[in-house]
């Protein structure tokens, strides 16, 4: 996607989501840092499990390595922003706002449309959003369709939490 947004505009990538989508709904607090290893402060430590058993702390890397797909660092406010108005139409017309939320079952605990996830609880209630996962961190950033949030970062570490608590948790959050 970024390649087609550059070939498009003939701009990079992040000057794109900079001036469509950041000003516009006043992401502050959400970079596309390029090759610039590191977090902004304050933030969260990510850590990694290396195959020889040792775990290192991951925030130092560079963020490129998932380039469009991935490079984008945000804060919980900012996800909920940002949710907010994909989500509340400000950023899409009627039509594609419709189309991303067409999705389909992945087998993988949720469905999938044009960049959104949705998960169904078993208390009935439609979480949509999506996630995100680099080395030393995996992010949910779900909204239900009367308005309420869960933005959550998990340190992944040697183990990570089942399928199962995490639905758990958005359970208590949604139903």
């Known amino acids: 996607m970024g390649k ?4 498009l505009t003939g701009r990079p990538y992040g000057d794109e989501v900079e001036r469509r989508v950041l000003r516009p709904l006043r992401l502050t607090q959400t ?3 390029g ?8 933030h969260a430590h990510g850590y990694a499990l290396l195959p020889d058993g040792r775990t290192v702390d991951a925030t130092r890397m560079n963020p490129s390595l998932d380039w469009a797909a991935g490079e984008m660092i945000s804060t919980t406010r900012d996800l909920g922003r940002f ?4 989500l509340g139409g400000r950023l899409l017309s009627p ?19 044009l960049g959104l996830q949705e998960y169904r ?6 979480m949509i959003g999506h996630s995100g996962q680099l080395i ?5 950033a779900l909204r239900s369709d ?16 089942s399928a199962d608590k995490l639905y758990a948790f958005a359970g208590k959050v949604f139903c």
């Open 35 to 42: 090759d610039r290893p590191g977090l902004p402060r304050p």
């Open 83 to 86: 949710l907010d108005g994909l």
């Open 31 to 33: 970079i596309v840092p």
């Open 136 to 140: 030393g961190y995996t992010t949910y």
């Open 146 to 161: 009367d308005g309420r949030q869960m933005n959550l970062s998990v340190n992944l570490g040697s183990s990570p939490p």
């Open 121 to 126: 609880l078993p208390c009935g209630k439609r």
């Open 4 to 7: 087609l947004i550059e070939r």
């Open 95 to 113: 039509a594609t706002l419709a189309a991303m939320r067409a999705v389909h079952p992945t087998g993988a605990g949720f469905a999938y449309g």
